[in-house]
């Protein structure tokens, strides 16, 4: 890392990007010198040469009473006590790691990996209609429902284990900008599943219409029954059912798509974002799914968990609902997408393109090889690519020492993977080019959307796996206190309940834990972010 990319991130995270001025140079400068005398050895010739004059006017001219000001500031800064490496530098080095994990995957902070020029043909037609900053998200958001129409049909990946085309896609984006994109493409893709699913819902409408609750004896249900599109509102007993009917006709895949990832809550009777979790993890590997029950009437019988989705939600939104699900392998298993535009881009509604018969004309052949696919499937260029992807991830984590780029990269290789191999059949059993360069760059698009919203979070728990008792002692003093307070408030608040001594063990303790750190230039102690997620107050 260089200096000048340290003390650029210290402004930003700390003086609101602004570097001193004239009003308060003299303590930023100061505050700044104690940051960084550590990693400068405490030697004022280093301070000097790394920390910039702000007493120098723009041409670089500065005078000498200002230049001894500048030396003086910094000698100050040298002759404070040593306490370790400050809390602000740990959170600008965290930061800058988090930054750089994010740019590993090809692109920077502000704007995601491109992608490649040409395009599958399948691809370049789902995405022709949307402008060129919708076409990423489109791009990844289309197979969910691409994969809803394999049936019966496994993948093996490298390592021997079988996939099958699971794709559950969050698009991620800032109110009012334009996720509503990906409509138009997944409706066109699911329109022969709705066709094929409403007589079957008319025939379960009318079985239940002569089998009233009350009917002593009821006519068995129809067993070829199968409904592939669920509604957001459903109950445990029909959303197992449909599990069920979907695995008994043909290994069929259920799938949901919602305006906001919060509806997922309502897919099943118990409503919690950790069921959504549970299910998320389910799916994505097939795990067995299902409900055993006694009655004769009641809805019994389990499957493989073969269930896709589309949803979408905005940044704080996505942090919140999956902010336990982080480090549980819950956001791994996510295809992430998202929408980001610069403020200066025209802020005009976008034009869309006409979605008509001649589209659905286009699609059709893909949709129909889709279908008729069956069996295991391998294709050993697929292989031979998500084994070069593994060794770069590797390679990258390492080079960059991210733990949770190395922990998201395993399975964002595995859902590029499997984009490959559905694009593979889709195209007539035919690998290109094309194909295995949109599977290098979605792996890498998925990387750079987890990384953006969730790679600080996860950094942050891989590094402290340890679970505290919220009922510990330490933990329940803690909670009596502000997010920031000192050392004097700390000993007011065990007088005031009742505790001897000055615990000043008790304090270390909460550094040690990770609880709190100390801010050398005010002095004060700071609840870490860490532990306010963890043990704060939640709804």
């Excluded at 093996?156 to 334009?178: C, K, P």
């Excluded at 809550?265 to 974002?273: F, L």
């Excluded at 919220?470 to 933990?475: T, V």
Aim: hydrophobic residues 35%.
């Amino acid at each position: 890392m260089e200096f000048s990319d340290i003390i650029a991130k210290y402004w930003e995270m700390f003086n609101g990007g602004k570097v001193p001025n004239t009003g308060d140079r003299n303590v930023l400068t100061f505050e700044l010198a104690v940051t960084l005398r550590g990693i400068c050895g405490f030697s004022l010739e280093r301070l000097m040469q790394v920390i910039p004059n702000y007493w120098a006017a723009p041409d670089g001219t500065c005078t000498a009473e200002d230049y001894a000001e500048w030396q003086h500031t910094l000698e100050n800064a040298l002759k404070e006590p040593r306490k370790g490496m400050p809390y602000r530098l740990k959170q600008v080095l965290q930061a800058m790691k988090s930054t750089a994990a994010v740019k590993a995957c090809g692109g920077t902070m502000q704007t995601p990996p491109p992608m490649p020029k040409r395009l599958p043909p399948l691809i370049k037609l789902l995405t022709k209609n949307v402008p060129w900053y919708y076409k990423p998200a489109v791009a990844s958001a289309v197979f969910p429902a691409l994969g809803a129409h394999l049936h019966g049909v496994r993948f093996r990946y490298w390592d021997n284990v079988e996939h099958e085309a699971t794709f559950m896609n969050l698009l991620i984006g800032r109110q009012s900008i334009g996720k509503g994109s990906i409509r138009k493409p997944i409706e066109y893709i699911m329109e022969d599943i709705r066709q094929r699913d409403l007589p079957n819902r008319q025939r379960e409408a009318e079985w239940k219409q002569k089998n009233p609750g009350a009917k002593q004896k009821k006519d068995p249900r129809p067993a070829d029954i199968c409904i592939q599109m669920l509604i957001d509102n459903l109950t445990d007993a029909v959303f197992n059912q449909r599990i069920v009917d979907a695995h008994n006709n043909g290994e069929r895949y259920i799938y949901t798509q919602v305006d906001e990832v919060e509806a997922l809550k309502k897919v099943t009777s118990k409503g919690t974002a950790d069921e959504v979790g549970l299910l998320i993890r389910k799916a994505f590997d097939n795990s067995l799914a299902g409900q055993e029950r006694v009655g004769a009437d009641s809805v019994s019988g389990i499957a493989p968990l073969r269930w896709n989705f589309n949803a979408s939600t905005t940044p704080p939104n996505a942090r919140k609902f999956f902010y336990k699900m982080v480090n549980d392998g819950t956001v791994s298993r996510l295809d992430i997408a998202t929408i980001i535009r610069s403020d200066d881009d025209d802020d005009t509604a976008p034009v869309l393109g006409i979605y008509d018969q001649q589209f659905a004309a286009e699609l059709m052949p893909y949709i129909c090889r889709l279908e008729a696919a069956s069996g295991l499937i391998e294709c050993p260029q697929a292989r031979k690519l998500a084994l070069e992807i593994k060794q770069e991830n590797r390679d990258a984590a390492r080079l960059y020492e991210s733990e949770a780029y190395r922990v998201l990269s395993y399975r964002a290789n595995v859902i590029a993977w499997l984009k490959g191999m559905v694009l593979y059949v889709a195209h007539g059993y035919k690998w290109s080019k094309e194909i295995a360069d949109f599977v290098r760059w979605s792996e890498q698009y998925n990387l750079w959307c987890k990384m953006l919203y969730f790679g600080a979070q996860l950094e942050k728990e891989l590094r402290d796996e340890i679970d505290i008792q919220r009922q510990s002692g330490p933990q329940n003093l803690l909670e009596l206190l502000p997010d920031e307070f000192t050392r004097e408030e700390y000993y007011q608040m065990r007088k005031l309940n009742g505790k001897q001594g000055t615990g000043d063990s008790t304090l270390r303790s909460w550094i040690t834990r990770g609880h709190v750190a100390l801010d050398d230039i005010t002095g004060r102690y700071c609840k870490t972010q860490e532990y306010k997620r963890k043990y704060g107050n939640r709804e």
